[in-house]
């Protein structure tokens, strides 16, 4: 996508008529998919009023109006339901601020869309765990956050992405760009392309197993990211799940696979240094112990038993991504440098093999927790 210009930024906080002037205004986040800005506002008593602004990625996204439609579907059940039981529902959902037609979008003239929420104040999203304590509280964020939407009407969601953890049609889509070699860059990385081929197994796993009728589908977030929770400065929990784009029905050892493959790790998903990457097997148990609690006893036997699957299918699904974008010269993953999507892809399959070599010990936990 065309990066965001001045004239395209201002146009949009215009027809956004926010209250208050514009004192601020700055690229904010480490998000892969959308751009996003804080904006801040000072009223006429002098008060601060901070704002998000993100640009939809329309390549990833392409029917933002059905997108919108799902966050807006989402964020007010959760409001009730947090209403319900005593919450501040201006902190712990995210919040849509209507654009100028009442619509909870802006297209603008360049067609591109956009959407503002209420910007959650006193808590951070961390990009990496600094206190376990985070992680534990994150684990039992993202347990509710499935808890809360357990009796949510899946059928009203739209599929914003179409088989977006379907592992084995990821599969397929890495083999036809290794095929295709657009970039001609297959023969430079032919270790991580064989290190794919030989798990076909694993992205076959869950998909099978659907198949059977062995696995619930639920209504699961897709993307459970460390740095898409905030955590409250003051009590340290996890207040907000916030990137909801990707809410659909799906499998919930995906959302606890995902947290693990970027949490759980002893590096950022980009180190270059892969003697720094490795599973915290301490880390794992805290979120295990977290998510289950969160997850308020709705998860059954086999859901459980099979959180260790979960995550090495969401760390190699990752991996593959990432791989898969690199061969396709870098269209999808935001990249920061040259051969960034391939540094994330080496960090996630460094952590698929270190789970396979922790895999006993990652099913002993989970037993312990069940
Ligand atoms: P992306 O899909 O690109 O990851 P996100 O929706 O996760 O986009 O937003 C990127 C970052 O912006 C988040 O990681 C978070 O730090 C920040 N952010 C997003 N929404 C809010 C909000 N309502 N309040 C405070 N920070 C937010
Ligand atoms: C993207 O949007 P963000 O940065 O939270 C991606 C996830 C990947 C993640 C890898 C819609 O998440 O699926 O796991 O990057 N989101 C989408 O860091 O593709
Ligand atoms: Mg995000």
Redesign the pocket.
């Known amino acids: 996508m065309a990066a965001v210009k001045e004239e395209q930024l201002q146009e949009v906080i215009d027809n956004f008529k926010y209250k208050g002037t514009l004192t601020d205004k700055r690229p904010y986040g480490?998000?892969?998919?959308?751009d996003t800005y804080l904006l801040t506002f000072e009223d006429e008593a002098g008060g601060e009023m901070r704002i998000i602004l993100q640009r939809m990625n329309k390549t990833?996204?392409p029917k933002p109006v059905e997108l919108m439609e799902n966050i807006m579907n989402v964020t007010s059940y959760l409001r009730k339901r947090i209403v319900e039981r005593g919450g501040d529902p201006l902190r712990e959902t995210l919040n849509v601020i209507p654009g100028p037609d009442g619509k909870a979008y802006y297209v603008d003239s360049e067609g591109e869309y956009w959407r503002s929420y209420i910007f959650i104040t006193d808590a951070v999203s961390y990009d990496q765990v600094e206190k376990p304590e985070h992680f534990y509280q994150s684990a039992v964020a993202f347990g509710n956050f499935q808890q809360l939407l357990a009796e949510f009407p899946a059928e009203t969601l739209h599929e914003t992405?179409e088989g977006?953890h379907d592992t084995k049609a990821r599969f397929a889509v890495f083999k036809k760009a290794v095929e295709e070699d657009k970039m001609g860059r297959a023969a430079s990385v032919q270790k991580e392309i064989e290190f794919v081929l030989e798990r076909e197994d694993v992205a076959d796993y869950f998909g099978d197993l659907q198949a059977k009728g062995e696995l619930p589908l639920r209504v699961t977030h897709?993307?459970t990211?460390l740095?898409?929770i905030m955590i409250d400065n003051e009590s340290g929990k996890g207040i907000c799940v916030i990137?909801l784009?990707?809410v659909m029905p799906g499998l919930v050892m995906n959302d606890f696979g995902?947290s693990i493959r970027?949490g759980a790790s002893t590096a950022a998903?980009d180190e270059q240094d892969l003697s720094k990457v490795s599973l915290k097997l301490e880390l794992f148990e805290l979120y295990a112990k977290g998510f289950i609690e969160g997850c308020g006893g709705r998860l059954t036997e086999k859901e459980i038993e099979l959180m260790p699957m979960g995550a090495k299918v969401m760390t190699f699904e990752?991996g593959m991504?990432f791989l898969t974008d690199y061969l396709q010269g870098d269209t999808?993953?935001k990249i920061h440098r040259t051969h960034h999507n391939l540094d994330?892809c080496r960090t996630q399959f460094k952590l698929v093999e270190d789970m396979e070599n922790k895999w006993y010990t990652m099913q002993e936990i989970i037993k312990k927790c069940n």
């Not at 480490?30 to 959308?34: A, D, E, L, V």
């Open positions: 480490s998000g892969h998919i959308n990833v996204f992405i977006f897709n993307d990211k740095n898409n990137d784009d990707t995902d970027f998903e990752c991504r999808y993953f994330r």
